[in-house]
Nanobody, 124 residues
């Protein structure tokens, strides 16, 4: 179906920047939403940013607006997240996903694919 692999995580000082990438392989879709979530230890997974297939419609969590930028490259089957002004509290595992509607016989079923995550550590 779809395989997603994140990269770009690592250690960065507070106020620094990091760029995450997610490479997709397998089945392709005409319409989809792809984005990033993050999960800190002991916390719920939270939404960070998303972009639709056109690359023109984006949404961001309020906490990252103005600092993070999501972008996609359909030709390369990748989605990236540029993170600027990182804060220690944003230390987390970052996951990319693809959200699509899949035909199942006569039905359309929502399917969400997830990568395994990449760790971002922001030191103070």
């Amino acid at each position: 179906q779809v395989q997603l692999v994140e990269s770009g995580g690592g250690l960065v000082q507070a106020g620094g920047s990091l760029r995450l990438s997610c490479a997709a392989s397998g089945r392709t879709f005409r319409r989809y939403v792809t984005g990033w979530f993050r999960q800190a230890p002991g916390k719920e997974r939270e939404f960070v940013a998303a972009v639709d297939w056109s690359g023109r419609t984006t949404i961001y969590a309020d906490s990252v607006k103005g600092r993070f930028t999501i972008s996609s490259d359909n030709a390369k089957n990748t989605v990236s997240l540029q993170m600027n002004g990182l804060k220690p509290e944003e230390t987390a595992d970052y996951y990319c996903n693809v959200d699509v509607m899949v035909r199942d016989g006569l039905r359309l079923v929502r399917k969400v694919y997830w990568g395994k995550g990449t760790l971002v550590t922001v030191s103070s």
